[in-house]
T-cell receptor, first 111, second 110 residues
Framework: GQQLNQSPQSMFIQEGEDVSMNCTSS?????WLWYKQDPGEGPVLLIA?????ELTSNGRLTAQFGITRKDSFLNISASIPSDVGIYFC???????????FGTGTRLQVFP | EAGVTQSPTHLIKTRGQQATLRCSPI?????VYWYQQALGLGLQFLLW???????NRGNFPPRFSGRQFPNYSSELNVNALELEDSALYLC?????????FGPGTRLTVT
């Protein structure tokens, strides 16, 4: 199935460090979404982006919708142990109404 | 407001059997989306239902099917189960382009 390119695949960082991950696509999207998933649970929506160039924050999280509409990034500042999990980007196309997911970034935070 | 709900939480079936998974969207949402997530992998789009109709399906064989009821809840049926169907099945509903997921059903095929 179709998936977006997400990097890095995994990150091992120390508590307090900042984190950055990004997603790229060959197709343009109308909406970019960022999710966090804990093992065995459903993804939880972190940030939704609706306009090219949009920069949105949610607490320590900041995400941007790329100008080309083909990419997005997520930053986490001052990481804490509960940030551990898998982060997925997802792009939504209004025409097909499909939500296509990235390959995921596994984040480990060490105290 | 209740979120997306799914049942059962876990389901264990043997190869060749049929599985039925259920989902209720957020109140007021008319669309339901089904995704499959095999262990350690990403989410793959399965099916999209809106207003009782199947609107789109992903690259899955016809033995994956479903329906949407008048109250917008949905069923996913998987016939002739194969070992590789073991996965977390996630349901989502959408409002304004923001997809909200349920907790999932873990299907194990032995």
């Amino acid at each position: 199935g179709q998936q977006l390119n997400q990097s890095p695949q995994s990150m091992f960082i120390q508590e307090g460090e900042d984190v950055s991950m990004n997603c790229t696509s060959s197709s343009i999207f109308n909406t970019w979404l960022w999710y966090k998933q804990d093992p065995g649970e459903g993804p939880v929506l972190l940030i939704a982006l609706y306009k090219a160039g949009e920069l949105t924050s949610n607490g320590r999280l900041t995400a941007q919708f790329g100008i080309t509409r083909k990419d997005s990034f997520l930053n986490i500042s001052a990481s804490i142990p509960s940030d551990v999990g898998i982060y997925f980007c997802a792009g939504h196309n209004y025409n097909t109404d499909k939500l296509i997911f990235g390959t995921g970034t596994r984040l480990q935070v060490f105290p | 407001e209740a979120g997306v709900t799914q049942s059962p939480t876990h389901l264990i079936k043997t190869r060749g059997q049929q599985a039925t998974l259920r989902c209720s969207p957020i109140s007021g949402h008319t669309s339901v989306y089904w995704y499959q997530q095999a262990l350690g992998l990403g989410l793959q789009f399965l099916l999209w239902y809106d207003e009782g109709e199947e609107r789109n399906r992903g690259n899955f064989p016809p033995r994956f099917s479903g329906r949407q009821f008048p109250n917008y809840s949905s069923e996913l049926n998987v016939n002739a189960l194969e070992l590789e169907d073991s996965a977390l099945y996630l349901c989502a509903s959408s409002w304004g382009g923001a997809f909200l997921f349920g907790p999932g059903t873990r299907l194990t095929v032995t």
